[in-house]
């Protein structure tokens, strides 16, 4: 079937992060809007889940990936432009991440970080843009979080590959404006998900359990952006005041930053092996959201 007429039939939505959290509520979304989906995770079993949830259970794409494996990616990049393209959105929400200083953090865990977040998400846009670009038209969403308006206690390694998400979709932004595709980032608070089912995010249960939205929410959010595309969404919506604070006072929102997000209760994290921080199942299925 020529690529045109097939996705005027039924535009395909690439999810990462997808058997969990933010990128499986979003699948779902993509799915209720009509997109067909490549689900792409570590567990086959949920991604499966996801898609009979989906009512595709025959139609999704299941592509089995490991995005902390550089070659893995690109093996997947490439089956993904030989065998499903035209790709009409490219959402990355896959993400991991830890509460701990700096100093706690190994090396190991900084380099997966910025693998996961930013390298992984970047070769697949490197991937599939060129064939937006050739038909103008196709959407790039990538999940950040509102903590790269200013890092917050024990998240500088994931700060700082959620910044470097942010600044790229804004330079593709800029770099192809005029070309028909839309480039967002979404810069979701706290979420509940099992993201925060580390241990070193003990220290902050009761402020997840006391602000976190679900992840529906957010996936409601991006799918308005299918609708209105626009480069930055945040989520909840109020979390965009953190910007107008540090532009009047960056000091003023680095201490309003560092006072809220600490752990309470005389407990400054939890220590823990950071190099051993994998989530149980899928470790890079679960969606960035912390905020």
Not at 102 to 119: C, I, K, P, S
Not at 157 to 171: D, F, G, I, P, R
Not at 234 to 245: L, M
Request: charged share 20%; glycine share 8%.
């Amino acid at each position: 079937m020529h690529a045109a007429h097939a996705e005027q039939l039924a535009p395909t939505a690439l999810v990462t992060g997808a058997s969990s959290g933010i990128g499986r509520a979003a699948a779902l979304e993509l799915a209720s809007r009509g997109y067909r989906l490549v689900l792409l995770g570590r567990q086959r079993a949920s991604l499966q889940a996801v898609a009979k949830e989906a009512k595709q259970g025959k139609t999704a794409t299941i592509a089995v990936t490991d995005l902390a494996d550089p070659a893995a990616v690109t093996a997947t990049a490439e089956a993904i432009v030989r065998d499903h393209l035209p790709v009409s959105v490219l959402l990355n929400a896959a993400g991991d991440g830890v509460c701990l200083p700096f100093l706690e953090q190994d090396v190991a865990t900084q380099r997966r970080f910025m693998q996961v977040h930013y390298f992984a998400a970047s070769a697949l846009i490197r991937a599939l843009l060129p064939d937006m670009l050739r038909r103008r038209r196709g959407h790039v969403i990538n999940i950040a979080s509102i903590a790269t308006k200013f890092g917050p206690w024990g998240h500088s390694n994931y700060v700082a590959a959620k910044s470097a998400m942010v600044a790229l979709t804004e330079s593709l932004a800029c770099d192809y404006a005029e070309s028909g595709v839309a480039f967002s980032y979404v810069n979701p608070g706290i979420v509940k998900t099992s993201f925060f089912d580390h241990p070193s995010y003990r220290g902050l249960s009761r402020t997840v359990k006391r602000r976190a939205i679900k992840p529906e929410t957010v996936a409601r959010r991006i799918g308005s952006l299918l609708d209105r595309p626009r480069l930055e969404l945040c989520v909840p919506t109020h979390y965009r005041v953190i910007t107008w604070i540090k532009a009047f006072s960056p000091t003023w929102a680095w201490r309003l930053v560092s006072a809220t997000s600490r752990p309470k209760g005389g407990d400054d994290g939890v220590k823990i092996d950071a190099g051993a921080s994998d989530h149980k199942g899928d470790r890079f299925g679960v969606p960035g959201t912390r905020g």
